[in-house]
Each structure stands twice: as C-alpha cells, then as structure tokens.
C-alpha cells in the first residue's frame, strides 16, 4: 500500500525502493540459509542424562549415545547426586554444532567443551552433531573418571 501511494507521487523513487527491496530480501534470505541452516527451525530430539545419582554412585545415566549426524538434539543434563559433576566431551563438542547451552536461565552461545553440574542442577544443551565418529565423555572431577564415570557418544553418518 505504501509503495502504490508513493508510485503515484515519484515513480522513479517506486522502482528504486522496489529494486532496493528485492535486493534487502535477497540479502536476508541468503545469509539465512548460509548462517541459520533450516534445521535449526525443526523440532529437537530430547535426550535425557543424569550426572551420578541419590545413592552417589560415580556414573552417567545412560553412558551410551548414539546421535544421527544432521539431527537436532536437546540433551536435558540433571544432577540427582549429594556432589558437583561435569559432563566432559570435548572431541564430540568440537564434531558437533552447538546452537545453545542453557543453565539457571542462563542461555550461553558459542564452543562448548564441558557442562559443570552442581547438586540438584540441571542444564540443556542444543546441538546437531556433524562429524561421525565415537568419542569419550567422562567427568573431570579428580577420581570420578577412574570410578567409572565414563561414557561413550556415538555420532553416526
Ligand atoms: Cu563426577
């Protein structure tokens, strides 16, 4: 409506503003589909892991996962047990892309190497893991991954 009105006044400035536009939405479009991939719009598999648990046992539950490369993942981190955890996996952050990381309504953006969890916290992490491959996941807290606090994350192609 408001380029009809201004056509009838300058149609010269119409066709600018039209060319001007198209070239705007062009723009936008393209820099949508290089930054923003249309994954990040579909709905995210949720994922649940427990770091350790109420009898304090050193353990992720599960400790076995497997993602599908190209696929939008939540993993819902919580932390049942009486002492702090980290979710270590450095080598299957650095194969995926992190899209968020939010913990206490805090959302963080960017690499992300390790997820501390204090007791009763809980965190969510989106991701689409990208490279395929198996890679190791342990807690980094002195003596936990000797415990047994280990686990194993799969990307597969
Ligand atoms: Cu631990």
Redo the contacts with the bound molecule.
Sequence with gaps: MMLKKLSLNHPWQNQWLRRCLTAIIGLILGINLVCFPAIAATPAIEVNVS??NSADE?KFFPNQFEFVAGKRYKLLLDNP?P????FTAKDFADASWTQKVEAAKVEVKGAIHELELKPSGEAEWVFVPMKPGTYELH???PG?TEAG?VGEITIKP
């Design positions: 770091l350790g050193l047990s002492q702090k955890h980290y807690c980094s807290i936990h606090m």
